[in-house]
């Protein structure tokens, strides 16, 4: 997590980090026994605060999960917990895993669209804010989880996330696969047409990795190129010369 704000965007930043993970381990010391045994973590990789250092401190380096990949993480779950309401919660969701989501409420601004969901979530046991309850529910289940995860209850609140948030069918490599080809066929549309017409044309992140690659096969095939970036992710040495650079945050536009 950066050290500081450089965006806007929902969820904790900068300093909000650390309350955020004070929650976190709030939660951790408040598991019984049998369940804080058999806690790992996968901390978010390190971006200023040192999560990861954070953990080792307070929880012990035998709390680090030493799985590669959340795939990994997953076989080898009893439950799951997840700290933020994003892909990874999803991801946990569709798994088949036991889960619950541990996020810090005040700081993730959520679309009033899925105030409901969020509401039947919450009646589940599935979605806290609350490192107590969190905690009082897990030590509550630990022993057979699956028992709560599959009760009617839970699962038609299972069933309506996935109804309003997405689901993941059997063929879902075969539905990403043509996704994607039919992406592919659109830019090479596309790609024919600016081609066979120069023209001038704006590549915003053109300082990053794709975009620059993007402008540099731009100024191969004639076009004038201008490159917006802010930098926050990019760096000035990507740039194709022969590209016209502005700095700009288009955020600020």
């Known amino acids: 997590f950066p050290l500081f704000s450089y965006r806007c965007q929902s969820g904790p930043g900068s300093s ?39 953990y080792i401190d307070d929880l012990g380096k035998e709390k680090i999960s030493p799985f590669s990949t959340f795939r990994e ?14 892909t990874t919660f999803s991801e946990a969701m569709h798994s088949g895993i036991p889960t619950i989501l541990l996020y810090s409420e005040i700081y993730w601004d959520l679309l009033p669209d899925f105030n409901d969901v969020i509401q039947v979530l919450k009646d589940a046991s599935i979605m806290f804010s609350c490192p107590d309850s969190a905690a009082k529910h897990v030590n509550m289940v630990w022993e057979n989880p ?46 024919n047409i600016i081609k066979e017409n120069f023209m001038k044309i704006l590549v915003t992140g053109g300082a990053g990795f794709i975009g620059s690659h993007l402008a540099k096969k731009l100024l191969i095939e004639n076009h004038e190129v201008v490159v917006v970036d802010d930098l926050s992710n990019g760096y000035t040495k990507n740039i194709p010369k022969g590209a016209e650079f502005i700095k700009l945050d288009l955020s600020d536009t």
């Open 73 to 86: 993480q997953i076989a080898h779950s009893k439950m799951l917990v997840c700290t933020y309401p994003q």
């Open 16 to 54: 909000l980090i650390l309350e955020d993970y004070a929650q976190k381990i709030d939660f951790a010391r408040k598991l019984n026994s049998n369940a804080y045994a058999n806690l790992l973590v996968r901390p978010y990789p390190n971006r200023g605060w040192d999560i990861r250092k954070r």
């Open 146 to 191: 699956k028992d709560w995860w599959d009760s009617e209850n839970t699962v038609k609140a299972r069933e309506y996330f996935f109804d309003r948030c997405g689901r993941v069918s059997e063929d879902s490599l075969d539905e990403g696969r043509i996704f994607f080809n039919n992406e592919c066929t659109n830019l090479l549309n596309l790609h």
